[in-house]
């Protein structure tokens, strides 16, 4: 059912002393006054069914204090009726219209002076038309966020007014593909400061470094998450960005190819002035080793195919040699002489049982029980003698036996 705006506030009391009070209007006004302190400055009224304004007066009256207005997933259709709302709430800095079927409703200039103070516009799956977009941010002259997000762009058309205190904008879950459309967000919003477009089928960014530094002077933080881009070409230029600190790049076809550690050292090797990466601050330490990988890993590469940024890191760190590699896994085998009496025997031995198993398998080397037998560890890189293994639970690796040390087997006697 269609409803308009607050009219939930036709409640019965208030009806009855409508009625029963039109001698006493003054009384009427106190009551609505007490009604109206009721009214958070925060006033969501998402699902409700609202297509239409409804009474203008009372919507002054209950919304003289209302700062933050949430109308998403409602059946509002209709700018002019929209501009009512707006129009009647004098302190609104937060507006949020997603979900409302919008496609193809035509803003008239006079509606869009109602939204004046508005700061923050949200207007997700709206499918609102890229002319209206920017006819509302010429006519809201202190917008600073405005979320745009699932509206099925694929283009965007250019503005003659610029509007310099846009400094967010999030346009998720589009269809932008050409970077000359994002271009566009750069002339039509100078002094943006955080560009969110991750789900942007965008393949890749075709602007010099002097075009990016001069479109793009403010940007600090870019959102590119599930984006086409499949070149460092293109991770490279985004150091071209003069005040860029924050990037958030995953799912792009790009690092499909590396591992997790791979991925996020490489990406921090070539950001050198990005602090925060996918979320996560990254400390000088990270970034020393991220660069120091960068050389390595770029080593083997022939000379034309080394990227810009190897070059840089080679003359600051110098050409570094690779990485030896430590197995730091315990050992499980050694090879070791066995010498009983005249007789030796080379035997490889399992480091990880004890001197009682060890005896069970030294009884057919040297024909003697596992009772009548004492062993001896001797050590060949040490000075010191033979050290008896006494204690049959002892683990063997326990002695630090190595490759080519020996175990004397000594016949007890009776």
């Not at 770029?298 to 040699?321: A, C, F, Q, T």
């Not at 430590?326 to 025997?345: N, S, T, Y």
Request: glycine share 4%; aromatic share 8%; charged share 25%.
């Amino acid at each position: 059912m269609n409803k308009a705006f607050l009219g939930f506030f036709d409640r019965p009391s208030v009806q009855k002393q409508k009625k029963t009070a039109s001698s006493n209007r003054g009384q009427i006004k106190a009551d609505i006054a007490s009604d109206r302190l009721n009214l958070p400055s925060v006033l969501v009224l998402n699902s409700c069914g609202i297509s239409k304004s409804g009474d203008q007066a009372e919507i002054a009256a209950f919304c003289a204090h209302v700062m933050e207005l949430d109308l998403s997933h409602n059946k509002l259709q209709d700018w002019h009726e929209i501009s009512k709302i707006v129009s009647n709430i004098p302190n609104l800095e937060f507006l949020n219209l997603s979900s409302n079927p919008l496609a193809g409703m035509t803003l008239e200039p006079r509606w869009a002076e109602a939204f004046s103070s508005v700061r923050r516009l949200v207007l997700n799956n709206t499918q609102v038309s890229w002319d209206t977009v920017l006819l509302l941010t010429r006519e809201i002259p202190e917008l600073e966020e405005l979320f745009l997000c699932h509206n099925e762009y694929s283009s965007v058309s250019s503005s003659s007014v610029a509007c310099s205190t846009l400094r967010l904008l999030h346009i998720t879950d589009n269809c932008l593909k050409d970077w000359a459309e994002v271009r566009k967000f750069g002339s039509m919003f100078p002094c943006l400061d955080t560009l969110v477009m991750a789900n942007n089928n965008l393949s890749s960014i075709q602007d010099s470094k002097d075009i990016l530094q001069r479109l793009f002077p403010k940007l600090r933080s870019i959102n590119l998450h599930n984006s086409g881009l499949n070149q460092w070409e293109d991770i490279e230029k985004l150091n071209f960005f003069p005040r860029l600190e924050e990037v958030r790049l995953q799912g792009i076809p790009l690092l499909q190819a590396y591992t997790n550690a791979e991925r996020r050292s490489l990406m921090i090797a070539q950001l050198p002035s990005v602090s925060l990466l996918n979320g996560s601050a990254v400390s000088d330490s990270e970034r020393e080793d991220a660069e120091r990988f960068f050389i390595r890993y770029y080593l083997d590469y022939p000379e034309e195919e080394l990227p810009y940024r190897y070059h840089s890191l080679v003359n600051k760190y110098g050409k570094l040699e690779p990485l030896a590699e430590i197995d730091l896994r315990p050992r499980c085998r050694a090879q070791v002489e066995v010498h009983c009496e005249e007789k030796i025997e080379q035997l490889s031995i399992r480091l990880d049982q004890t001197v009682a198993e060890l005896k069970k398998q030294l009884t057919t080397v040297v024909q003697l029980s596992t009772n009548s037998m004492r062993l001896y560890y001797i050590d060949k890189g040490s000075a010191f003698g033979p050290e008896e293994m006494k204690y049959n639970t002892r683990a063997l690796h326990s002695y630090s036996i190595q490759d080519g040390d020996e175990i004397l087997v000594v016949p007890k006697t009776k």
